[in-house]
């Protein structure tokens, strides 16, 4: 089938394809508020109705949340699954915004053309993009170009409360050879990027306890164990010099990057230096033997993420405290497990400790580590697709944080995500004035028209 017939329908109905988009943003379909919990339910149907235009069939389906509508198209090919969300972040604080957020409008900047409003960028945007390459080619062709199915999630902004329920149960309809996820960007402003390697999160609360009551530092201080000196020396140990994690076995499931993938992270460029400065720092503090960018990226981590104990008040307090406390997060990678980690971590505090001290531990959440695996042919198809619309090559790339929803695809239906979006740094997701930019909506939507064709 032709590639360029698609293209071409694409590009002369771009107009239509925005007057689309901005008809889907004008619903406000907040899912963290139940006063929007209609307009969600509004979103999910309009959405029904735009994929049996072009003759997929969908439904929204009930939840104990808001609606997953999931369709089906095509009858040939890779079956591929595509998911992306439809709900949006709350719009406060309104004063903030240059006008309504639920009127999009389209806006010249001395950047270019953006469409600006409430979900421009996340996610309805992205969603439209693929949305809109479906269409062209069943416009261009009479049919899909591969066996799609299509999962558009309305609680993606309040915490997929009913995600993982809903692939569980629909296990056999969702399964698919490959995902496709659209809730991310460009690498930078020209260079697109597949995403295939999503870091985990163990979060640990430690409180460290030594005598009954808080104590006078005067009638006790020398003699008396203080708890906040137990948990000072704990948590000054968990790295060494060079800045590597000191939790025994920390490393051994740690899994390194390949050759040709360490080749397209030198060719982005990245400039620590300015990454670190935009933020008043001037030092990578890892790993001292990593690039800033693989610790972000390919490396785990152990932060300290807040300290309490004894006396922090205005003015002054000579108190030896009865307990101090540290909330501790781990960012995963490849294949660590998060389990393994956490008895890990907890052995070497409980080891720590002297006499008279006790430790209390709390769970904050843990998810392993995604990494996808790129010996798929797909992968490498898609990437030089990717090459063929943009400026500059496309790069397998990293995220320093989650999405929950590529490893739920792994662990629930047994498949791996590509995870490609158009998004741009200066997009103010999740703030006022939200924007996406048209180079980025028009080209998108060619992108994944050049990625379908590779699929089929």
């Known amino acids: 089938m032709s590639l360029d017939a698609v293209l071409s ?29 209609a307009e969600v339910a509004k979103a999910a149907d309009w959405l029904v109705r735009d994929l049996e235009s072009f003759g997929v069939t969908a439904r929204a389906h009930e939840t104990p949340g808001h609606p997953m509508v999931v369709g089906h198209g095509g009858e040939s090919g890779r079956s591929v699954l595509f998911y992306g969300h439809y709900d949006v972040q709350p719009v406060d604080p309104l004063e903030l915004w240059d006008h309504d957020p639920f009127e999009p409008r389209v806006e010249e900047t001395p950047a270019g053309t953006v469409i600006r409003g409430r979900g421009a960028a996340d996610d309805k945007g992205q969603l439209m993009t693929f949305v809109e390459a479906c269409r062209a080619w069943k416009a261009a062709h009479g049919t899909l170009p591969a066996r799609l ?18 692939l569980e149960s629909q296990r056999d309809h969702l399964k698919s050879d490959l995902a496709l996820i659209c809730d991310t960007g460009l690498y930078g402003t020209d260079t697109p990027a597949i995403t295939t390697m999503l870091r985990g999160l163990l979060g640990e609360e430690i409180v460290i306890e030594g005598p009954s009551k808080d104590l006078h530092s005067g009638s006790f201080g020398g003699p008396a164990m203080n708890p906040i000196r137990v948990l000072a020396r704990i948590l000054a140990s ?54 800033a960018l693989q610790q972000i990226w ?119 995500s590509m995870l490609i979006g158009f998004g741009r740094d200066d997009d103010q997701i999740h703030s006022p004035n939200e924007k996406y930019d048209m180079t980025c909506f028009h080209r998108g939507i060619r992108s994944w028209a050049r990625i379908l064709a590779t699929l089929a």
């Not at 925005?18 to 889907?24: G, Q, V, Y």
């Not at 199915?149 to 915490?159: I, K, N, V, Y």
């Not at 993938?261 to 300015?274: E, K, S, T």
Request: net charge negative.
């Open 149 to 166: 199915t299509f999962l558009f999630e309305g609680e993606e902004e309040s915490g997929s409360p009913s995600l993982v329920p809903f």
């Open 9 to 37: 329908k694409i590009d002369e109905d771009l107009d239509a394809a925005i007057e689309r988009l901005m008809t889907f943003m004008r619903i406000p379909s907040i899912s963290t508020d139940p006063a929007y919990d």
């Open 238 to 291: 968990l790295h060494d010099s060079s800045g590597r994690v000191t939790v025994p076995g920390f490393y051994d499931d740690v899994e390194e990057i390949s050759d040709e993938v360490q080749r397209q992270w030198d060719a982005l460029d990245f400039d620590a230096q300015g990454f670190l400065g935009a933020v008043g720092l001037s030092h990578p503090a890892g790993e001292a033997d990593r690039s």
């Open 298 to 416: 390919a490396r785990p981590t152990c932060e300290i993420n807040g300290i309490k104990g004894g006396y922090a008040g205005a003015g002054f307090k000579t108190v030896l405290p009865a307990q101090a406390s540290a909330k501790i997060s781990f960012r995963l990678v490849a294949s660590q497990d998060p389990a393994k980690v956490r008895a890990a971590f907890r052995r070497m505090v409980s080891d720590a400790l002297p006499p008279d001290c006790t430790v209390r531990f709390h769970e904050h959440g843990a998810a392993p580590a995604s990494r996808m695996d790129i010996s798929d042919p797909a992968f490498e198809a898609a990437r030089l697709a990717l090459s063929e619309e943009w400026p500059h090559e496309a790069a397998y790339v990293g995220a320093g944080g989650s999405i929950p929803v590529a490893g739920h695809m792994q662990q629930i239906l047994g498949i791996d």
